[in-house]
T-cell receptor, first 112, second 115 residues
Framework: GENVEQHPSTLSVQEGDSAVIKCTYS??????FPWYKQELGKGPQLIID?????GEKKDQRIAVTLNKTAKHFSLHITETQPEDSAVYFC???????????FGTGTRLLVSP | EPEVTQTPSHQVTQMGQEVILRCVPI?????FYWYRQILGQKVEFLVS????????KSEIFDDQFSVERPDGSNFTLKIRSTKLEDSAMYFC?????????????FGNGTRLTVT
């Protein structure tokens, strides 16, 4: 089955810096790659997603890139703010999005 | 914005007891899911449910687990005889339709503590 690896496990940046989180997946049939932000005591909240027919997607300060050949995808956050501090999870899914396989999470800490 | 709601937020139970975790998915969604997250670990898929039946389940979802949509709004997860290792955060999620442009929306979870 699908396996998703994520790194780094923790990432500390200064406010205003960029943050990059990387994930790799094993199943070449996976075609949907969402990123979730999880704040303390809350459920995962979708922040951006990308499908396999697209190489890059942006939404304001957040962008995701996908390299299907290498089977990896990355989350880029620019101009980080303290409120970006949270745990970020990548995930992968095949056709129908029935089952998301999550990465192990990255704890991002943005210091003022 | 519509959201998935889960109750209770925290459930404490003794080993061997039955628990029912409740969820109200987003009202026009058709696909329902349960995931769990053991403290400090990744979120894991348990089961997906569509058209009043299970469409996929993981190895974790054994005979001790069951799901039900008893009415038009609730979606429940029952653990028949809880074990210590069932202690985790359980998340309900829903999506509008299969494939296409319908991502999963998660609730805030129920923390299950089995003593």
């Amino acid at each position: 089955g699908e396996n998703v690896e994520q790194h780094p496990s923790t990432l500390s940046v200064q406010e205003g810096d960029s943050a990059v989180i990387k994930c790799t997946y094993s199943d070449s049939a996976s075609n949907y790659f969402p990123w979730y932000k999880q704040e303390l005591g809350k459920g995962p909240q979708l922040i951006i997603d990308i499908r396999s027919n697209v190489g890059e997607k942006k939404d304001q300060r957040i962008a995701v890139t996908l390299n299907k050949t290498a089977k990896h995808f990355s989350l880029h956050i620019t101009e980080t703010q303290p409120e970006d501090s949270a745990v970020y999870f990548c995930a992968a899914s095949g056709e129908g999005f029935q089952k998301l396989v999550f990465g192990t999470g990255t704890r991002l800490l943005v210091s003022p | 914005e519509p959201e998935v709601t889960q109750t209770p937020s925290h459930q404490v139970t003794q080993m061997g007891q039955e628990v029912i975790l409740r969820c109200v998915p987003i009202s026009n969604h058709l696909y329902f899911y349960w995931y769990r997250q053991i403290l400090g670990q990744k979120v894991e898929f348990l089961v997906s449910f569509y058209n009043n039946e299970i469409s996929e389940k993981s190895e974790i979802f054994d005979d001790q687990f069951s799901v039900e949509r008893p009415d038009g709004s609730n979606f429940t997860l029952k653990i028949r005889s809880t074990k210590l290792e069932d202690s985790a955060m359980y998340f309900c999620a829903s999506s509008g339709r299969r494939g296409g442009n319908s991502p999963l929306h998660f609730g805030n979870g129920t923390r299950l503590t089995v003593t």
